[in-house]
């Protein structure tokens, strides 16, 4: 069995198998947890650095493989879409409560849907619920990191879909694209 090699499954231009790049993809996906865990303010553009990283391994795959490395955007686009989806709906998920809290407070019965929707609609309202949130900083990204972890396991979701997909293309003997085996 070959062992994994980092220059293969990283380093542009060359070509990495499916062994390869499957381990690339897991440290990647470790790399990506460390930094939502650990990183604080500097998430997005440690995030940046896992889209490129990632973007290396995908396109020494399709290499490998013997196709167009263009392929790339297409499940980091995808991937992109499903975590914003699901941070979206994370976050919407985690303001839900607060905000009936807060109409209760207001005096609207929440057990009425049309007392609900009128009170939600109602730009006075909307406005006295954002400058709640903004007068409360701690609650405001308690509820923005509820969509981190969701949102992360949507994007490796979408990424290991279409690893199981491409793992599965045979390797092609000659160079593409100006790759080298090794």
């Known amino acids: 069995m070959a062992k994994f090699?980092?220059?293969?499954?990283?380093k542009p231009g060359l070509r990495s198998d499916a062994r390869t790049?499957?381990?690339?993809?897991?440290?990647?996906?470790?790399?990506d947890g460390i930094r939502l865990t650990a990183l604080g303010a500097l998430e997005f553009p440690a995030w940046i650095a896992v889209l490129l990283v990632l973007g290396l391994a995908l396109a020494n795959r399709l290499r490998d493989a013997g196709r167009s490395i263009l392929l790339v955007a297409l499940p980091v686009g995808v991937a992109v879409v499903a975590k914003a989806?699901?941070?979206l709906t994370a976050i919407t998920a985690a303001l839900y409560p607060d905000f009936l809290q807060f109409l209760a407070n207001q005096g609207v019965d929440?057990?009425?849907?049309a007392a609900m929707q009128a009170a939600a609609y109602d730009p006075a309202t909307q406005e006295a619920y954002r400058v709640r949130l903004q007068g409360s900083p701690d609650?405001?990204?308690e509820i923005a990191r509820a969509g981190d972890w969701p949102s992360t396991w949507a994007f490796w979701g979408v990424v290991?879909?279409?690893?199981?997909?491409w793992s599965r293309w045979p390797s092609r003997p000659h160079a593409v694209s100006g790759g080298t085996r090794d």
């Open 5 to 10: 090699d980092f220059r293969r499954a990283y």
């Open 21 to 31: 790049f499957q381990i690339a993809l897991a440290f990647v996906a470790l790399a």
């Open 85 to 87: 989806v699901m941070a």
């Open 110 to 113: 929440v057990n009425d849907a």
């Open 139 to 141: 609650m405001l990204g």
């Open 160 to 165: 290991a879909a279409f690893a199981v997909v």
